[in-house]
């Protein structure tokens, strides 16, 4: 459907000495028909200065015909559709309500939100103030969910669920999701309901740094120096990479870029034409609702260590590793069970091939049962911006993560 | 004979591996009837456990046969919840008994290592001069069979002199030249296996 619209919109309207228009000629030069005057504002520019109301075309159709062929012309003048052609898209109505948008929320915004940057340069007429709202908004409703949920969380691996919820790619699987198709170049005269932006040229390499290089980090043409983690907070961005600046002018996107700007765009625009608690529900049902185990994200070197060091910082008795039960110790495949001890207190318990195995991963389940405490009825601050919410009570803070 | 042994009807000789070898020779195993259908259906009516029977007929019973699985981690050990949290004091109770026989336990390792705490600022200049001196014989287990600490103090304290790393790169470059392809991947994959460890695969 898409490809067959551009081809019609190509062939009359950007070139008007296509065969097809060719073909109509000859046409009319045999039947001397009035679909001579059909073609006519199509075939030549003067003709167009004429304008519609030329006395020449008395019937209605006709009049209906030539009018449109000169919006049409007009245009091809902009970079992104004009805003009136968003009222009349079936893709953005059907968008529209698969989303299940609040009906506040107008299809001229939605159009607005699906024009890039790369594609419209114009701030009047591009996502790119939605998109700026929108990611401050889903970023900050996942921080807070993150560390009211798992205060104890370390920062690695927030940086990494950070991602996994709000992060380009996933931003962009929720766009395929939600049925988004991408035009093949942007321009006036396409569909609102394609997401419109200038694509990358084909062989560039995108490793290089075409975006200017916008880290407020000292140093930062070093590559080889350590960054510490902590470092990451006060210079990189929320998913601990290094601050990206606009991409200049001229240049395009890729296209999962462009489709996680578009999302970040909807989330701005239902926030600014429907409030603070449908972008929150917006939120929640879109982004929360996505399985995530926390679980997978950790990645440990050297679990029996971070444990000593913990069950030392939290003056509890020194973790000693005990026999649970075992089968098969003379044999290929033995299996122990393996549990961790400190006191009287069974702090994990892990099973494995080996009695070094069973023993890593029954550290690694103890430090993984530290990490992800999570307290009883969690509540997030902006709970409070409700109405009738019940008094703040203050939520648990950690001390931090292990330090070796 | 063989009618004999039929008409006996004793059960484990329904069971043909339980007979001694000469009963080969009466081919008895070859011939199968329906009574010996029977008798073999019957050997596998295995009378059910104890708790799925209704001898607690009189009062409501909980049976829980805990699943042969680790605990999940998102189940916090009570030693690790706040001293705030509500959970800390509804487990206390019913973990009373479970936890006595936690001594009993064997331990991972023989023996516990014990922490002495022996050494003086002046053994540790002394094993930095030892190693640096003469880093062939101070190797980090012979100081540590020295001054009776483990050779991770040993490391903690002093380093290597870059000749003897030097060296005993080399070492380790000769002993690897000589591995075929075969210990070469069984090594690879054993440091493979244990980075999964720590990602819990």
Known sequence: MKRVQLQRWSSTVLSPRARTVSRLHQHVFATGSRCQSTASPLQAESSAQEGPGDAGFEDVELMKHVRSAHRRKDMLKYPSPPVDAALNSAKLAALHARLYLPSRLPPQTLARALVDASADPNPDFNNESLATLGHDLLTYYTTEHLLCTYPRLPLTVIFAAMYAYAGPKTLAAMAREWGVEHASLPGGEVDPGLLQFRRVAPGSDLSVATYNNRTPRPYAAQKAWRMTVTSKIFYDDEFGDAIKGPATSGEGVTAELASATFVRAVMGAIYLHAGRPAAKRFFEQHFLSRHLNIAQLFNFSQPARDLARLCARENFELPVARIISETGRKSRHPVFVVGIFSGKDKLGEGAGASLIEARERAALAALKGWYLYSPLNVRVPSSMEEEGAAPWKPVYVDLGEVIV | ?201
Not at chain 2, 97 to 121: G, I
Not at chain 2, 132 to 140: A, N
Not at chain 2, 177 to 201: F, I, N, P, T, V
Request: hydrophobic content about 30%; aromatic content about 8%.
């Open chain 2, 1 to 201: 004979m063989a009618t004999s042994i039929v008409a006996s009807k004793r059960p484990f000789l329904s069971l043909p591996f339980l007979l001694p070898s000469w009963s080969d020779s009466l081919a008895l195993g070859s011939r199968r009837y329906q009574s010996s259908y029977r008798r073999t259906k019957q050997r596998l009516r295995v009378k059910p456990d104890a708790t799925f029977g209704s001898s607690h007929q009189g009062h409501d019973q909980i049976i829980y046969n805990p699943p042969s699985s680790a605990p999940s981690v998102y189940h916090t050990p009570s030693k690790f919840l706040p001293s705030n949290d509500a959970r800390r004091s509804m487990r206390i109770e019913n973990a009373g008994n479970a936890t006595e026989s936690v001594q009993d336990l064997p331990n991972v390792y023989r023996s516990d290592p014990e922490r002495k705490y022996h050494l003086t600022p002046a053994d540790v200049e002394e094993i930095r001069k030892l190693r640096l001196s003469d880093p062939m014989t101070w190797s980090r287990h012979k100081l540590a069979k020295r001054f009776e600490c483990s050779p991770l103090f040993i490391a903690m304290v002093c380093e290597a002199s870059p000749e003897k790393k030097q060296i005993q790169r080399q070492v380790l470059e000769a002993v690897q030249s000589q591995w075929g392809s075969k210990r070469r991947m069984a090594r690879e994959d054993r440091k493979l296996r244990r980075e999964a460890w720590g990602r819990d695969e």
